[in-house]
């Protein structure tokens, strides 16, 4: 039978997967190839701290033309301590060099936003990649805000006893982002030709992520295929070994190797609708079949779950080329997709005869009756 990720063979032609499904793009040559970048662009963010709304304007420029021209841009200069970034990837490294059975203590079938330890097979049924994910929890100390109480929360991330630096060396990258990403949504803001807290409303308590990836040496395919982000935007930290590549509009794709403490940002699908079709969610995929391990540390910033995405912006007389997104339930469509059927809040879902599509945002972060 053929999977639900099965893509057809045409070398005029590449394959990606995007909200609406798997799509394609023509290979252009010659006469028929458009003008399209080649390269992704450096821009230095260390203004992204100035108190000069001048200097952030300026910043937000550069930003909106990279997000208009790429969908990509690498942001150097960070105010971020890289020895914050440098102990992360220590940590993560020990995490998967631990044994399997420690590992399976926290695996991600455990956790209702599948958080958590997820090992990803081949077709010799090797383990190809794997991947260790944490995000939003409201039951961690971390992450307490007085200002926020949820009554009855689920715990979703799991942590490994045997290994509590990796705790302490995520959460104070976590830490770190949480508030460079939220300056950098500001920017964005101003990328559009807002003001800057314009979005604000749409990113009280953002939906963010960490997937780290562990590629493992010398396995079959490994690698990410290619698709879209969904979110707000991605901010990705490469280590060591490259291998992400970015389609441009002739289907040419460009390379992205690694420069050090420094992100490769790009824009999501929800920045896609909200600026309608301005900035577009390119296409990315990773090539890892180096003979060496490969691990990234991606930072995933979305809406609030509140939020309902809207085309903005609009010109007089131009239509909105997207509907509306209510993100808490794209949110719960998204983390189940995940899911195969044999995850144990699957089969709950299924036994209790629950339709996906019902199912809310609440439902999943506070432990209610489904
Ligand atoms: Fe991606």
Same mark, same amino acid.
């Not at 930003?63 to 440098?86: E, H, K, Q, W």
């Not at 910033?301 to 939020?307: H, K, Q, V, W």
């Not at 995940?338 to 044999?342: G, K, L, T, V």
């Given at each position: 039978m053929a999977s639900k990720f099965a893509i057809p063979e045409d070398p005029d032609r590449e394959y990606f997967f995007t909200a609406k499904g798997l799509e394609s793009r023509r290979v252009l040559r010659g006469s028929e190839a458009k003008k399209t970048f080649s390269e992704i662009p450096t821009i230095d963010i260390s203004s992204i701290v100035s108190q000069d709304l001048s200097d952030r304007v300026k910043l937000a420029e550069q930003?909106?033309?990279?997000?208009?021209? /790429?969908? =990509?841009?690498?942001?150097? *200069?960070?105010?971020?301590?890289?020895? @914050?970034?440098?102990n992360a990837f220590e940590a993560l490294k020990k995490f998967f060099a631990l044994p399997l059975e420690e590992k399976k203590k @926290? /695996?991600?079938t455990k956790s209702w936003t599948i958080k958590g330890w997820q090992p990803i097979m081949n077709e010799e049924g090797d383990m190809s990649n794997e991947t260790f994910r944490m995000g939003n929890d409201y039951t961690e100390p971390e992450q307490e805000d007085p200002d926020y109480i949820v009554e009855k929360a689920r715990t979703f991330n799991q942590w490994p006893d045997a290994l509590p630096e990796f705790r302490e060396a995520l959460y104070k990258?976590? *830490?770190?982002? /949480?508030?460079f990403t939220k300056k950098l949504q500001g920017i964005f803001a101003l990328a559009l030709g807002l003001e800057e807290s314009a979005l604000d409303h749409l990113f009280k308590r953002p939906l963010m992520d960490i997937t780290i990836q562990h590629y493992c040496q010398g396995k079959v395919k490994p690698g990410l295929g290619a698709h879209a982000d969904f979110g707000a935007f991605t901010c990705l930290l490469q280590h060591e070994v490259g291998g992400l590549e970015v389609l441009n509009a002739n289907a040419e794709w460009v390379q992205v190797p690694v420069k050090k403490h420094t992100f490769v940002v790009n824009t999501g699908s929800y920045f896609e609708h909200l600026s309608n079709g301005r900035w577009m969610s390119t296409i990315h995929r990773v090539r890892a079949e180096g003979d060496v391990d490969r691990y990234s540390l991606p930072f995933f910033?979305? =809406?609030?779950?509140?939020?309902v995405v809207e085309p903005l912006l609009l010109e007089p007389n131009e239509e909105p080329k997207y509907e509306n997104v209510n993100i808490g339930i794209e949110n719960v469509k998204g983390t189940f997709y995940?899911? *195969?059927?044999?995850h144990p809040f699957m089969q709950m879902i299924n036994k209790k005869g629950i339709n996906l599509e019902d199912m809310r945002y609440d439902q999943v972060l506070r432990g209610v009756e489904v």
């Open positions: 930003i909106g033309r990279a997000a208009t021209d /790429v969908g =990509f841009m690498y942001l150097t *200069n960070l105010p971020i301590d890289s020895r @914050v970034m440098d @926290v /695996v991600s990258y976590w *830490n770190a982002l /949480v508030i910033y979305g =809406f609030d779950p509140t939020a995940e899911m *195969n059927e044999e």
